[in-house]
């Protein structure tokens, strides 16, 4: 039955299924979707901004076997996609890029990416607990965590409760359907770059590339904005650099020269790791 249903829905002369996809993936880039109601495209939902842009992408869907990578590189090569956000508010015509910040699941692959730890193996099995040893209730439910390195589409979600980073990057509902997710700029996100210790662990990693790049601070410096940002430093950059690694070190006392740099390096890893120019996409 599930094939049956899976080949109704796939049909050619089938009205939704292949718009629902395209719409989905065009509100995955662009911030919103062609059509603003991407769970209602009923007589209730909103129109689209552009229908025939809609279905020139759905039937090129189906026509490449219902292809995504496909699609999503002609999305990405687009013209619209690719001019440079504007600053402000993008309007509907996508004249622009729209600026964005990173959603709860790209921030944390970045972090473990821009540090050399990202295992980007398919994920495996969690350690849960043999079944015959469960006790738990509705006032004592599961709530193990598990760490691990691999991409955040592999976390384990509980559906009874979210965990604290993604609700603090309004990641999605892990109870229901999250169509469109809000976008909150709040000062616990800036704290918890300051006070986390997942951030500050990727830091000092990342402080430990950066002092292996290079023998000289220009050399680490642009090491660091070429690997965060996709860019050569520039001589702000190392101005700045050079200024706050001068005043950080000389404010650790009792420190060896050795402890003391990577210290130093380690907050400006921090810096820049909550800086908007990481956080943000243009």
Not at 3 to 31: D, E, I, Y
Not at 214 to 239: H, K
Not at 253 to 260: I, L, Q, T, V, W
Request: hydrophobic share 40%.
């Amino acid at each position: 039955r599930r094939a049956s249903l899976a080949s109704w829905l796939t049909k050619p002369h089938h009205p939704l299924t292949a718009r629902v996809m395209v719409n989905r993936l065009w509100q995955h880039h662009f911030g919103w979707g062609i059509v603003a109601t991407p769970n209602d495209f009923g007589t209730r939902g909103a129109e689209p901004s552009h229908p025939e842009l809609l279905d020139h992408l759905a039937a090129g869907l189906m026509r490449s076997g219902w292809g995504l990578k496909a699609l999503h590189r002609k999305i990405l090569l687009s013209a619209a996609y690719q001019q440079a956000s504007p600053g402000t508010d993008a309007s509907l015509w996508y004249d622009s890029f729209p600026r964005r910040r990173l959603t709860a699941e790209e921030l944390r692959d970045a972090l473990l990416a821009v540090t050399g730890e990202l295992d980007r193996a398919p994920g495996g099995p969690f350690p849960f607990p043999p079944e015959s040893t469960w006790t738990f209730t509705q006032h004592a439910p599961f709530a193990a965590d598990y760490e691990t390195r691999k991409r955040s589409v592999f976390l384990m979600q509980k559906r009874n409760r979210r965990g604290r980073y993604f609700s603090l990057f309004d990641g999605p509902d892990p109870n229901a359907s999250t169509p469109l997710r809000d976008v909150t700029i709040v000062p616990t996100q800036a704290l918890y770059f300051l006070n986390d210790p997942f951030p500050h662990e990727r830091a000092a990693v990342l402080a430990e590339r950066m002092l292996a790049a290079g023998g000289t601070d220009e050399s680490r410096v642009d090491f660091s904005c070429r690997v965060l940002f996709s860019r050569p430093a520039t001589a702000d950059d190392v101005s700045m650099a050079k200024r706050f690694l001068r005043v950080y070190a000389d404010s650790l006392d009792g420190m060896s020269d050795p402890a003391r740099s990577l210290a130093s390096w380690a907050a400006y890893a921090r810096v820049l790791l909550s800086s908007n120019e990481f956080l943000f996409l243009d």
